[in-house]
């Protein structure tokens, strides 16, 4: 929206429950921004506020706008009262400002135990907002703080430092998804009681929410600390840190984004809109290779065992520039397989037993032997190539030949893991969960699958962590940033070449 209206855009974190704060989330939200192609204005902390901010509490307890509570905090959750029944205004509400002054100066110099008084606005216990039934402005609590160390032992509230922050930055549009809206009301309250400050406009709208995936810290986070997924950064969770290890690219986010727009009504975006997008950025920028992820051994016995016919491969259809690279048809190649098939129906266009097909940029092939371990297990083709087809050349004898498959050479590849994600809930609505049931009920059993006995073609040995490609036939792959050594390659599938769930929600 900055960057639309010509604007100034600061990033401020809400530090002010120093219990919570990581510096770890900190680095991480910083790095994915910029990762994201923005770089902020101004970098803020509401802990930079912290003496400004006891200043204006001071301010509103010499207006009478504030008191301290000795209240329990259950005590003062019980006499809130209801949306249909008014609250009950505390017995320590008439305190005078003197005494509420004096209180307010010891809490903030560590006389009083944690959860013992609170500050809280004076403003209508039988407001028809919650929100406005003098809600809390300060707690005590004896916490270190990850910035301002021991200096203080109260600490604001957000709804109270929100505004005030934005006030002090010269904020004039605070921007916050619509379950703030409720809020707004005391957010005009504060700056309008305040003196000296300006009142910047808050104003809402709905959050981006898409089909497949949650947006709840506090759910994903226990899918982190119960050990459904490796941690924020797993491929299949939906954060900036799993979307950039998965193989997801800053321009497909950003297309998205701008192709959903924002609103002010609350709705659901199919998760396929994200994904389009992607292949629609990968199919023009991502070098094709070839990669073979259940591998079967084709043995071509006209081949002598030294051969290695030279095959030119585009690697990229989408982009001129990108040249080409040779690959070799060896007498041995892997190819996958389900791409063969014994007894095949009518419209198979892959391999079969006394059939052919072509090998991707290289010769028809035709398999003549299928050999079966003792459980009847096929370990191995055997058939041959017709020396006259390469280059794409068509049969000299005019027959047909339908199927095109992907290989690799049994010598020149070599051996990976590759990790095949997908979504990680099976339900489109994972916030809706049914009665009875918890919200880890609808994970997907299948959205992760390990193969490790892959072969991938020898120019991906070059390949660096975070490096992507089109795995021809299979969908788009990137070297994970984590697990990759230079031993142990892991390759994640980001997204496959169709929108294979979309088909299964027709059925369904």
Request: proline residues 5%; glycine residues 6%.
């Amino acid at each position: 929206m900055a960057q639309k209206y010509g604007g100034q855009c600061n990033l401020r974190f809400d530090d002010t429950n120093p219990v919570k704060e990581d510096t770890e989330y900190v680095d991480a939200i910083m790095d994915d921004i910029r990762w994201l192609g923005f770089q902020w204005d101004a970098l803020f902390y509401a802990s930079d506020y912290f003496e400004a901010l006891y200043g204006m509490a001071e301010q509103l307890v010499q207006k009478g706008l504030a008191y301290v509570d000795d209240q329990t905090a259950e005590e003062v959750r019980k006499n809130r009262g209801t949306v249909t029944e008014p609250g009950v205004a505390s017995p320590f509400r008439a305190r005078s400002v003197e005494e509420n002054l004096d209180l307010l100066r010891r809490m903030r110099a560590g006389e009083f135990p944690d959860g013992s008084r609170i500050l809280r606005a004076k403003i209508d216990m039988a407001h028809p907002n919650l929100n406005m039934r003098d809600p809390a402005m300060y707690r005590i609590l004896h916490a270190h703080h990850h910035r301002t160390g021991d200096t203080w032992c109260i600490y604001p509230m957000y709804d109270f430092a929100h505004g005030q922050s934005d006030a002090l930055e010269d904020i004039t549009h605070s921007l916050c998804s619509l379950e703030f809206e409720n809020h707004r009301p005391l957010y005009d309250w504060f700056t309008a009681n305040i003196d000296g400050i300006p009142s910047p406009r808050q104003i809402e709208f709905a959050r981006l929410q898409l089909s497949y995936t949650l947006t709840s810290k506090r759910k994903l986070l226990a899918l982190v600390q119960d050990k459904h997924v490796t941690g924020w950064d797993d491929p299949r969770m939906p954060t900036l840190r799993g979307m950039r290890r998965r193989g997801y690219t800053p321009e497909s986010i950003r297309a998205m984004c701008d192709l959903v727009g924002v609103t002010k009504h609350n709705s659901v975006h199919d998760f396929h809109v994200l994904e389009n997008a992607l292949r629609e950025h990968l199919n023009r920028t991502a070098p094709r290779r070839m990669a073979v992820l259940d591998p079967v051994k084709l043995v071509i016995t006209n081949l002598s065992d030294d051969a290695a016919l030279a095959c030119e491969a585009v690697n990229n259809p989408e982009d001129e520039g990108a040249g080409t690279r040779t690959l070799h048809l060896t007498r041995e190649v892997w190819i996958e397989r389900d791409d063969f098939m014994e007894d095949a129906p009518k419209k198979f266009f892959r391999l079969t037993t006394g059939g052919e097909v072509r090998l991707r940029y290289g010769y028809v092939v035709r398999c003549d032997e299928v050999i079966k371990d003792a459980a009847g297990d096929i370990v191995e083709l055997r058939g041959t190539y017709d020396p006259d087809t390469g280059a794409g050349r068509a049969p000299a004898d005019g027959r047909k030949v339908k199927g095109i498959i992907h290989w690799v050479s049994a010598r020149d590849a070599f051996g990976a893991e590759v990790r095949l994600y997908d979504h990680l809930f099976q339900a489109t609505e994972p916030w809706n969960v049914p009665e009875g049931k918890d919200f880890t009920d609808l994970l997907n059993p299948r959205s992760l699958e390990s193969r490790t006995d892959c072969k991938l073609e020898a120019s991906l040995r070059a390949a660096a962590p975070g490096d992507r490609f089109q795995f021809e036939r299979l969908g788009y792959f990137c070297v994970d940033t984590k697990d990759t050594t230079a031993d142990t390659p892991v390759f994640n599938r980001t997204v496959t070449l169709r929108d294979t769930w979309a088909k299964i929600e027709q059925k369904g």
